[in-house]
C-alpha cells in the first residue's frame, strides 16, 4: 500500500513537472522608428530580437503584417531555451509619403500566443511622387523647410505650384 501511494505521488509530481515546462518569449524591444527616410532609398529594414526566456522550445508559428508594404521574415526553426532569433522587418516606401505607422502580429507557441511589434518614421517624397500626387488630386504643398534632430529638413526640392 505504501509503494502504490509513492509511486502514485511521484507520477503526480512527474506531470506536474512536464505540464510546468513551457515557452516564454521575450523582445528586447517592440518598436523601431526609422525617422526621416528618403522614397528613393528603396527599402528601410531593421530587426527584432526574440529571446526564449522559457524552459521548453519556441516556435513562431505565423507572422503578418497590417499591410502588403510591409514584410517580416523569420526562421521556422524552434528557439531553444535561453537562444534567441531575429525577425527582420522591410518596409517599402515607394508611393508612399507622409508618416506610417504599421503592425506586425507574430503568432508563437506561447501564453499569450500573439505579439505585436510596430515600426513607424516619416517619408519624403520623391519628386516622381510629388507630380503623381498633384497630377490626381487636390493636394496642396508648401515649400518649407525646418530644423529637427536630424538637421535640416527640404519637403520640396524643386519649385512647383505653391500656395502659401
Known amino acids: 500500500m505504501k509503494l502504490h501511494k509513492i509511486t502514485s505521488l511521484f507520477v503526480f509530481a512527474l506531470a506536474c513537472f512536464a505540464t510546468s515546462a513551457q515557452p516564454k518569449a521575450e523582445w528586447v524591444s517592440t518598436s523601431h522608428y526609422y525617422g526621416i527616410i528618403n522614397e528613393n532609398d528603396g527599402d528601410a529594414k531593421c530587426t527584432f530580437t526574440l529571446i526564449n526566456t522559457g524552459d521548453s522550445p519556441l516556435v513562431i508559428t505565423n507572422a503578418r503584417a497590417t499591410c502588403g508594404c510591409t514584410r517580416p521574415k523569420y526562421s521556422k526553426e524552434a528557439i531553444a531555451p535561453g537562444d534567441s532569433m531575429t525577425i527582420s522587418v522591410s518596409y517599402d516606401p515607394v508611393g508612399r509619403p507622409g508618416r506610417f505607422k504599421k503592425k506586425i502580429y507574430i503568432d508563437t507557441n506561447?501564453?499569450?500566443?500573439?505579439?505585436?511589434?510596430?515600426?513607424?518614421?516619416?517619408?519624403?517624397?520623391?519628386?516622381?511622387t510629388i507630380k503623381r500626387f498633384q497630377e490626381k488630386s487636390s493636394l496642396v504643398l508648401y515649400d518649407e523647410s525646418y530644423e529637427s534632430s536630424w538637421g535640416k529638413i527640404n519637403w520640396c526640392k524643386t519649385p512647383i505650384d505653391l500656395v502659401k
Request: charged share 30%.
Open 110 to 128: 506561447t501564453e499569450p500566443k500573439r505579439s505585436t511589434l510596430e515600426i513607424s518614421g516619416v517619408v519624403i517624397a520623391s519628386e516622381k
